[in-house]
């Protein structure tokens, strides 16, 4: 098996994104996954990281003017249906 | 650490739109559609309508514009009804109508968002974290934090400032950058619907994350340390 040396912290957090997507592959994730298991500021480093993606996924899109919701229906209306 | 509190947070509060795969629920909505059923293009507008304005204002400079842009989407959606053929989800599907419409208006009001210009960010070489948070390479440990990122308490987690913080920090990003974190993780999409729709490769959509990401949570670290 081809070890990999040990990552940096300041490593770590350039490959994050590619250890939450799943894209890395094995010798790197172990490498990765080592360093989280005895680092606790990578680790707090990739609780915000997920926070911040847990937050992004309450924001909600603001609600259409009730005038844009009726011409858009007015338009379903006129729509000529082939 | 990898189960850790904000991944099993992340897993209870995501919306429930967030699933790639269509709900029967749509299926349900679109068959009325085909039947020229008006309460369900109401659905439809009232679960899509919202998202792909914000979409579209991601592309066109004016609210006007981008409500044009999603009255054309959905004049699309009724002619290309037909030919939906639910391969992806109606979401991916509209957000993909939305956004060749968009670009194109965006064109032809020269606010080009060039999405396959990576570079055109601007951001090449820009690092995930300051490099004066690491030791330097005299010291014992190059590259380990001098100044490690701190817990984020829990409870500050749902706050609304902290949302909105995030919202601001998103605003703010690059417009690839912006439109890449809104389809992943403001609406969900999984990467191979974002490529889908933003026309990206897997790698690029990547990189555009990972910088947006970067910099939100360096936001969001910043307001945990203001407001201690």
Same mark, same amino acid.
């Given at each position: 098996?081809?070890?990999?040396?040990?990552?940096?912290?300041?490593?770590?957090?350039?490959?994050?994104?590619?250890?939450?997507?799943?894209?890395?592959?094995?010798?790197?994730?172990?490498?990765?996954?080592?360093?989280?298991?005895?680092?606790?500021?990578?680790?707090?480093?990739?609780?915000?990281?997920?926070?911040?993606?847990?937050?992004?996924?309450?924001?909600?899109?603001?609600?259409?003017?009730?005038?844009?919701?009726?011409?858009?229906?007015?338009?379903?209306?006129?729509?000529?249906?082939? | 650490?990898?189960?850790?509190?904000?991944?099993?947070?992340?897993?209870?509060?995501?919306?429930?739109? !967030?699933?790639?795969?269509?709900?029967?629920?749509?299926?349900?909505?679109?068959?009325?559609?085909?039947?020229?059923?008006?309460?369900?293009?109401?659905?439809?507008?009232?679960?899509?309508?919202?998202?792909?304005?914000?979409? !579209?204002?991601?592309?066109?400079?004016?609210?006007?514009? /981008?409500?044009?842009?999603?009255?054309?989407?959905?004049?699309?959606?009724?002619?290309?009804?037909?030919?939906?053929?639910?391969?992806? #989800?109606?979401?991916?599907?509209?957000?993909?109508?939305?956004? &060749?419409?968009?670009?194109?208006?965006?064109?032809?009001?020269?606010?080009?968002?060039?999405?396959? /210009?990576?570079?055109?960010?601007?951001?090449?070489?820009?690092?995930?974290?300051?490099?004066?948070?690491?030791?330097?390479?005299?010291?014992?440990?190059?590259?380990?934090?001098?100044?490690?990122?701190?817990?984020?308490?829990?409870?500050?987690?749902?706050?609304?400032?902290?949302?909105?913080?995030?919202?601001?920090?998103?605003?703010?990003?690059?417009?690839?950058?912006?439109?890449?974190?809104?389809?992943?993780?403001?609406?969900?999409? #999984?990467?191979?619907?974002?490529? &889908?729709?933003?026309?990206?490769?897997?790698? &690029?959509?990547?990189?555009?994350?990972?910088? /947006?990401?970067?910099?939100?949570?360096?936001?969001?670290?910043?307001?945990?340390?203001?407001?201690?």
């Amino acid at each position: 098996m081809n070890a990999i040396r040990d990552l940096a912290c300041q490593e770590i957090v350039e490959l994050v994104t590619e250890f939450l997507e799943g894209t890395m592959d094995s010798p790197l994730r172990a490498a990765f996954e080592a360093h989280l298991a005895r680092c606790d500021g990578c680790t707090e480093y990739l609780d915000q990281i997920e926070a911040t993606i847990m937050v992004a996924g309450t924001i909600e899109p603001e609600a259409l003017s009730p005038d844009f919701r009726a011409r858009l229906l007015e338009a379903f209306r006129d729509f000529e249906r082939p | 650490m990898l189960g850790g509190r904000a991944r099993a947070l992340s897993r209870a509060y995501r919306p429930a739109t !967030a699933t790639p795969i269509p709900t029967d629920d749509d299926a349900e909505l679109l068959r009325a559609l085909r039947a020229g059923d008006e309460h369900a293009f109401a659905e439809l507008v009232a679960k899509y309508g919202p998202s792909l304005l914000r979409l !579209a204002q991601l592309f066109v400079s004016s609210r006007a514009v /981008a409500e044009e842009v999603v009255a054309e989407t959905w004049l699309a959606v009724f002619t290309g009804l037909e030919r939906f053929e639910g391969r992806s #989800s109606l979401k991916t599907w509209l957000f993909r109508i939305l956004t &060749n419409k968009a670009k194109t208006r965006g064109q032809r009001e020269s606010r080009t968002v060039p999405f396959s /210009a990576l570079a055109a960010d601007g951001d090449e070489g820009e690092t995930a974290v300051d490099v004066d948070r690491f030791l330097g390479p005299d010291s014992r440990h190059p590259g380990g934090w001098a100044v490690p990122p701190r817990g984020v308490p829990e409870e500050r987690l749902l706050a609304r400032e902290v949302r909105e913080r995030i919202e601001t920090a998103i605003a703010a990003l690059p417009p690839n950058q912006r439109a890449v974190i809104t389809l992943r993780d403001v609406e969900g999409l #999984s990467a191979e619907e974002a490529c &889908n729709v933003l026309g990206l490769s897997e790698t &690029n959509q990547r990189v555009l994350l990972h910088r /947006a990401r970067s910099k939100v949570r360096a936001a969001f670290e910043r307001y945990l340390e203001e407001t201690e």
